[in-house]
């Protein structure tokens, strides 16, 4: 029975203590979440005030960069040169100058084609020319008055251009074109290894070219290949020049004058490329005829003036006498002498 009563007395202090600990943890826990609470309260109070700081950061920043973007310097303009092909050389290193006509603070080939259509297309840029915004950014949506779904490349000095808003500077080649082929795509952009030349042919008849295209490799990397067997023509005629294996062709000039020269091939649809050709020849003057021969067989001497003898001045007479006069003192004197000849033989024969 005692045994029993301990037994029941421990359990009671057991339980009493099991309590104890159980209203202990209640309360830490109760503790625990009010400092939870508290801590998460200060938090979200700290997020707000940062997040607030952070929008009001952030409008003053935007605020300042809206400024500092109205402020755009217009850039000088620039010459280029644009070259546009649909199949055929539509406009062919045209000089354009180029502005800045979207505002946008750079010259682009967006600004030097609207420029070339502008000048050298009927109508003008509103007519020839358009843009618009796709997922690549902005596009061409029309070249030259051909509108094809946005078929169309650029290059600048014979190098893929990445977008319309690609930078351009003084005496950049631009060249466009609209795709002919839609199906397979097949248009090549071919260009010879210089744009312009001049030949002196009193030294030289001939210019070596070199044709190459914009190709890709395995990895579709671009990369530059030789155009083989192309024939080259000369201000739109067909010639016997055709290039080799290495894209390269000796052509020779005949006379003076200028010439656009391009290229054909019967297996590739090649982009017209284009080289301007200057030729010029030193004029060989008439030959100077020589003088008629006369009948006696003799020609036409120019004569030396004779030379005539030095006259000595005239002595002047000390007298001037008049001849008639001279005559007359002549006889009178004559009278006079026989006058006296007579007195004298008169007194002889007094004596």
Partial sequence: MV?????KRISAVMAALALSMSAMAVSASAEEAAATDTASTADTATATDTTAASDTAST??????????????????????????????????????????DNDGALTINDALYAAHEDGFEGGAAAGYGTSETQWGLSLSKLWGVENGGSYGYYVNSVSAWSLTDAIKEGDFVDAFVYTDTTAW????????????????????????????????????????????????????????????????????EDAGEYRISA????????????????????????????????????EQTEKPEEKPEE????????????????????????????????????????
């Fill in 3 to 7: 045994k029993m009563k301990k037994m």
């Fill in 60 to 101: 003053e920043d935007t605020t300042t960069g809206d400024t500092a973007d109205t402020t755009v310097t217009t850039p000088d303009p620039i010459n280029v040169y644009v070259t546009v092909s649909n199949g055929d050389l539509m406009l062919v290193q045209e000089e354009v100058e180029v502005k800045d006509i």
């Fill in 186 to 253: 097949s248009d090549t952009y071919s260009f010879f290894d210089k744009r312009t030349g001049e030949l002196d042919l009193d030294k030289e008849n001939t210019v070596e070219l070199t044709l190459s295209y914009a190709g890709f490799d395995e990895s579709y990397n671009s990369v530059t290949l030789p155009v083989k067997g192309a024939v080259i023509t000369i201000n739109g005629e067909p010639t016997e020049f055709v290039t080799d294996d290495e894209g390269k062709v000796t052509i020779t000039i």
């Fill in 264 to 299: 054909t091939s019967e297996t590739q649809t090649l982009v017209p490329p284009i080289f301007m050709l200057s030729a010029d020849k030193t004029e060989v003057p008439e030959e100077t005829q020589q003088p008629e021969q006369t009948t006696d067989n003799t020609t």
């Fill in 312 to 351: 000595k001045p005239e002595e002047k007479p000390t007298e001037t006498s008049n001849p008639k006069t001279a005559s007359c003192g002549s006889m009178a004197l004559g009278f006079v002498s026989l006058g006296l000849a007579g007195v004298l033989a008169s007194k002889r024969r007094n004596k």
